[in-house]
């Protein structure tokens, strides 16, 4: 075990003089000494690959566009300047290093440093203001939570500590240089405007009717096809790879088809790109005064360039956003169908029954429904089932069969079962109406919420939880899916023999235990 000298290392307070870069401070007060070593600013290290006059010295050190451009990434900046052969000294010095400037702008008293080592530069107080320790920088615990955190997240004294060892905002979060004069430019902007204030000067968007029908009739469909839409790519928008361009980046075959189907530039890059796709700078998407509908979503420059997570509304539904997130997705050409990605096939469905009448309740619906018959040859264990050629006709296994809503042919309607599998049910008892209900609940095979309304069937379902968006899997399936039959209210429990459940199938009770455990 090496020994700590807690007491007797000496402290070095590091001072760093570089204007113009958020974050910097200019004297570190973690540690203080009557040393204070002042770090030069590599100036030469921090301007975009492009505008690099020394690529020689650059290339002589291993850099590359995308290595010089994202500090940290390159393998010579895992390597102490004591360690740089000659010519790589030479190149460092070229671009204006000196060995301390090197170890802490490069490797920022990091990499290639054992703890002893470090603790000798004085640098490791800097290291432990960020959560670190012999232990953890020995790789025998877990790094500390700062290491996962941007810059913003830091607290002052981390952010003190950061500086120290030579980070600013763009290096720790690992910003590519050719991003930060756009960064700065805008972080240095003036106050953000408000929606309002914009939406007044925007031109008004024409609506693109032909891009919103299903895709059996679409017209013209050359038009759609040489911009590459297949049905699926079409009935789906935001799934096509067109729409990941701006209008001025069509071809003047794709410009043309477009235009066929009523785009003009500016409705194309709002209901198709919704201002996103395509705007890859912000500075750029801020010309168009779009952005602060994506600003009122959540969004800044640094999510935008990748530099962030994306915001919480990315991952909601449109009825869970709140009305000023509508109006801004509104205002981006999106609207309910679009934002929450539904098959265009199934916007007429959906909004018939968004737009009908108030749901009936159980009780009329019961009243006019007919009685289903108990399949009672169905619920005995697989070693009583007569005849039992017609359980294996329809695939049933013994597990299948003890265990129900496990085997295939459970999720069939019965007009799905082919002529052998419908005789093998009526073999074992059951009519179409005893199968639709017993066997699949009225849920399996019922892919349409308005097929299974025509049955009526659907008021028993949405008493449990469900809707057409829920149905259709646009929004999460409700509570009582994850429910047992004992934590069901009594209105869900009547819901649920309606459509044919009773406690054990509910719960999924193998069949071989149904008389031996109190359900």
Not at 92 to 98: D, M
Not at 200 to 215: C, F, I, K, S
Request: proline share 4%; hydrophobic share 40%.
């Amino acid at each position: 075990m090496k020994v700590f000298l807690l007491f007797s290392t000496l402290l070095l307070g590091v001072t760093l003089h570089v204007d113009g870069f958020s974050g910097l401070r200019h004297s570190s007060t973690i540690a203080s000494s009557n040393t204070q070593t002042e770090v030069e600013y590599p100036e030469s290290r921090y301007i975009p690959w492009d505008e690099v006059e020394l690529k020689e010295a650059a290339e002589a050190l291993g850099f590359e566009e995308y290595s010089w451009n994202n500090p940290g990434t390159a393998p010579i900046e895992g390597v102490k300047f004591s360690n740089l052969n000659a010519t790589q000294t030479s190149a460092a010095e070229s671009l204006g290093f000196t060995e301390l400037s090197w170890d802490c702008y490069q490797i920022h008293f990091f990499w290639g440093y054992e703890w002893p080592e470090l603790e000798e530069t004085g640098y490791h107080v800097f290291w432990e203001a960020l959560g670190w320790n012999q232990s953890i920088w020995e790789g025998n615990a877990d790094p500390p939570e700062s290491l996962s955190l941007n810059w913003n997240s830091l607290n002052d004294e981390q952010k003190e500590a950061a500086s120290s060892l030579c980070y600013f905002k763009e290096t720790w979060d690992q910003v590519d240089i050719s991003l930060w004069d756009e960064i700065r430019a805008i972080e240095n902007n003036e106050e953000l405007a408000s929606m309002a204030d914009v939406t007044d000067n925007l031109e008004e968007v024409e609506y693109p009717a032909l891009r919103y029908v299903p895709w059996s009739e679409v017209e013209p469909l050359e038009a759609v096809q040489a911009l590459g839409y297949t049905k699926d790519t079409w009935n789906n928008p935001g799934t096509a790879p067109i729409e990941g361009l701006t209008f001025s980046n069509l071809n003047g075959t794709e410009a043309a088809a477009a235009e066929r189907l009523g785009f003009t530039e500016l409705s194309w890059d709002c209901y198709q790109i919704h201002f996103f796709w395509g705007y890859d700078s912000w500075l750029d998407l801020k010309e168009t005064g779009y952005h602060v509908f994506w600003e009122a979503l959540g969004w800044n420059q640094s999510i935008w360039l990748g530099i962030e997570d994306p915001p919480e509304s990315l991952s909601l539904n449109w009825n869970s956003l709140n009305d000023e997130q509508k109006e801004a997705a509104s205002s981006l050409c999106y609207f309910k169908e679009t934002w929450d990605q539904v098959d265009i096939s199934l916007w007429d469905e959906i909004r018939a029954i968004e737009n009908n009448e108030e749901l009936a309740s159980m009780a009329d619906v019961t009243d006019n429904l007919e009685e289903v018959e108990y399949p009672a040859l169905r619920y005995v264990p697989w070693s009583e089932v007569e005849p039992l050629e017609a359980a294996q006709t329809l695939g049933y296994t013994k597990d299948t069969w003890n265990i129900p809503m496990t085997a295939r042919v459970e999720e069939l309607k019965f007009s799905d079962l082919n002529g052998t599998e419908a005789a093998a049910a009526k073999r074992l008892g059951f009519t179409e109406l005893s199968w639709n209900c017993y066997q699949i609940h009225y849920f399996w095979g019922y892919n349409s919420w308005l097929d299974l309304k025509e049955t009526g069937y659907h008021v028993f379902w949405e008493a449990l939880g469900w809707n057409v968006l829920k149905w259709q899997g646009y929004e999460e399936p409700p509570e009582t899916e994850d429910l047992d039959w004992g934590m069901l209210n009594e209105n869900q429990r009547e819901a649920a023999r309606n459509l044919c459940f009773f406690e054990e199938t509910w719960d999924q009770v193998n069949i071989t235990l149904w008389n031996d455990t109190e359900l």
